[in-house]
């Protein structure tokens, strides 16, 4: 079966930096996504890794090892509108997305 | 209007009514989708239509149904509800299918069947 392992929770403090890990098996890799969503709201694009290694996005970046099954998003300067749940998603070989549970990150002051 | 709009906000209904949510973008996007999201899981494709006059079955298609008569609009029909179609209901967009390209959401549907 195709399956996507993200941690249920993360909690950071505020200025720190805080990585959250992707691990997945799917049916064939077309690239994988990062989503933010904030509570009571829609997911919104944060990033596309299909290549190795690391993608930088002013304060967030994307890793992914294709060899590894493995991703991860690394935020840095960590403010409190970061507190979100963020959605690691792997578009396998029918060009179809399969996504993870999600992983809550909640910043400290 | 500019991206995806979902109607209604929210909703409360009785097991066994029938029940459309709305879905209309204005983005032009070919493909567009149907989500629900439950508590501890990941999104679940329900129905997807790769371009107008086309649509097909996701992951947990029963229950449901879909049209797509025009590029805009793409309602999603519960025929008959029941409890566990309790849920939070995603309606998405991107540009193609069978592609990388991004999928855009709109702001959700919370629905409670009682």
């Known amino acids: 079966g195709q399956n996507i392992d993200q941690p249920t929770e993360m909690t950071a403090t505020e200025g720190a930096i805080v990585q959250i890990n992707c691990t997945y098996q799917?049916?064939?890799?077309?690239?994988l996504f990062w989503y933010q969503q904030h509570a009571g709201e829609a997911p919104t694009f944060l990033s596309y890794n299909v290549l190795d290694g690391l993608e930088e996005k002013g304060r967030f970046s994307s890793f992914l090892s294709r060899s590894k099954g493995y991703s991860y998003l690394l935020l840095k300067e960590l403010q409190m509108k970061d507190s979100a749940s963020y959605l690691c998603?792997?578009?396998?070989?029918?060009?179809?997305?399969?996504w993870g549970a999600g992983t809550k990150l909640i910043i400290k002051p | 209007i500019a991206g995806i709009t979902q109607a209604p906000t929210s909703q409360i209904l009785a097991a066994g009514r029938r029940m459309t949510l709305r879905c209309t973008q204005d983005m032009r996007h070919n493909a567009m989708y149907w989500y629900r999201q439950d508590l501890g899981l990941g999104l679940r494709l329900i129905h997807y239509?790769?371009?107008?006059?086309?649509?097909g079955k996701g992951e947990v298609p029963d229950g449901y149904s879909v049209s797509r008569a025009n590029t805009d609009d793409f309602p999603l029909t519960l025929a008959s509800a029941v409890p566990s179609q309790t849920s939070v209901y995603f309606c998405?967009?991107?540009?193609?299918?069978?592609?990388?390209?991004?999928?855009?959401f709109g702001p959700g549907t919370r629905l409670t069947v009682l």
């Open positions: 998405a967009s991107s540009v193609t299918s069978g592609d990388t390209d991004t999928q855009y």
């Open positions: 239509s790769n371009t107008a006059g086309t649509t």
């Open positions: 799917t049916s064939g890799f077309n690239g």
């Open positions: 998603a792997v578009l396998d070989s029918n060009y179809q997305l399969i």
